[in-house]
């Protein structure tokens, strides 16, 4: 298998990180590719072009983060990442993820093309999705006493990202609980081996 990724993603991080923590990262070959790019190497094999794409051997191409790590459980790794107990906590993270890239991305906008309504909202929710999490982590939730699940591993690649892509969000404020959190499982080996670069942003 093959894993299409970009090194500034959180959604192709998590992948990679799930990788390493269930001890499948052997059987699989990862792949550093460009993004909106016509000549990019991922395009041959998902016209879509994002990533994390996972291309399994017979050639069939899967898509975003939300599908392969649940298929990842059918590989007969070290421990299942998304056990049903942990749907909610996944997609929860998920969104805030993909809300947090919008926001992002209009913040690579010209100033003039931006849309103060789209930061706006995106500013809000990811900050609402925030101050749960920190409630939820200063109440003793999201214990990180076993290896890390789906939802633990994403929200992990969500606030790192944060820490060196998005740092428009100061999101260590005012959460002491989940700035904690944060730095114990970033001191994990599959967190350490997969830092996403500095932007300027």
């Known amino acids: ?50 990533v994390p794409t996972l291309v399994l ?22 421990y299942p990442l998304v056990p049903r107990a942990a749907l909610a906590d996944f997609g929860r993270v998920l969104g ?21 309504g789209v930061i706006a909202l995106e500013t809000t929710r990811t900050n609402r999705v925030a101050d749960a999490l920190e409630a939820e982590v200063a109440a003793g939730g999201w214990a990180l006493g076993a290896p890390p699940d789906a939802p633990r591993i994403t929200l992990g690649c969500l606030l790192g990202y944060a820490e060196r892509r998005h740092r428009a969000w100061p999101w260590r404020e005012g959460r002491p ?25």
């Open 1 to 50: 298998m093959r894993l299409f990724y970009s090194t500034g993603s959180p959604f192709a991080r998590a992948v990679r990180v799930a990788l390493r923590e269930t001890g499948l990262i052997d059987r699989v070959e990862e792949v550093e590719t460009t993004l909106r790019d016509p000549a990019s190497t991922l395009l041959p094999h998902d016209p879509v072009g994002r």
């Open 57 to 78: 051997p017979d050639g069939t191409a899967l898509t975003e983060t939300a599908l392969i790590l649940p298929f990842l459980d059918t590989l007969g790794g070290a």
């Open 96 to 116: 805030a993820m993909d809300g947090m890239a919008v926001w992002n991305r209009e913040l690579r906008r010209p100033p003039g093309e931006r849309s103060p």
């Open 177 to 201: 609980a989940l700035s904690a959190w944060f730095d114990r499982l970033a001191a994990r080996p599959s967190f350490a081996a997969t830092i996403p670069p500095v932007s300027g942003i």
